[in-house]
């Protein structure tokens, strides 16, 4: 298998971390997952993750707490999956370096770009914690932040679906699959792959977003060697 993509940016929800369990870390989702990602590493591919909080906090359902203290909240618990993630990575042999956008130097190093960019260089893979490090903004705002910034040159957002719908097909056994589709139509059209600032942002700065599901972990490896898993995501043509 020949990668697609030198340097990527792979976006793990908190919620895919749980596996079946629903709520928390089920380790050995966590593991085939990362056996997935270590071929990734494996084929030469510059790997950095972002990982989401969801399986345990999500602060917006929390509507009696002050909502920057919610998100605070959120960030911690994305540093717990981080920390979980490149744990098993590193049982299968890989060196990893966590970042969170919130100072913790006793459990990681703090997120500083060109440190970042540097690890990627010497082959090791990068997890991004803490989100951003500001309220108001989710993880996948955090993602395209981050993929923006060490010059990601896609974005891989593993999600419990295999794409994006013109309507929930959970909800709708007739939802339509695109298979392309651009930033202009998913901000218009309100079709909630991401909010629409981590939209707005990979349009600005012209980053491609595959999203795929994670019901299948080796989807991530056929992701980086460009096979047809999902639906991307770009700009505008024209």
């Known amino acids: 298998m020949k990668p697609k993509y030198k340097r990527i940016l792979l976006k793990l929800s908190g919620e895919s971390l749980a596996g079946d369990d629903k709520h928390g870390i089920n380790f050995d989702t966590v593991m085939s997952y990362c056996k997935a990602i270590k071929k990734c590493a494996d084929l030469g591919v510059q790997v950095a993750i972002v990982v989401g909080g969801g399986n345990f906090w999500r602060g917006r359902q929390n509507g009696n707490m002050d909502r920057t203290r919610a998100d605070h909240i959120g960030m911690l618990a994305t540093v717990m999956n981080a920390l979980s993630v490149a744990d098993v990575l590193e049982q299968l042999g890989l060196d990893v ?38 309220p108001f903004f989710s993880t996948d705002t955090a993602a395209s932040l981050r993929a923006a910034e060490i010059d990601a040159e896609i974005i891989l957002k593993a999600t419990m679906v295999d794409g994006v719908y013109d309507s929930d097909p959970k909800q709708n056994p007739d939802a339509k699959k695109y298979d392309n589709v651009s930033f202009t139509e998913i901000l218009s059209q309100d079709l909630r792959v991401m909010d629409g600032t981590a939209a707005s942002l990979c349009k600005d700065c012209n980053i491609p977003i595959l999203v795929f599901s994670l019901e299948d972990p080796e989807n991530i490896v056929r992701a980086v060697c460009g096979e047809d898993v999902g639906t991307f995501v770009t700009k505008d043509k024209n």
């Open 97 to 134: 370096r966590v970042q969170t956008a919130i100072s913790m130097q006793a459990v990681a190093e703090p997120y500083i770009r060109n440190r970042a960019v540097r690890h990627l260089e010497k082959g090791r893979v990068v997890v991004f914690g803490c989100g951003t490090g500001n």
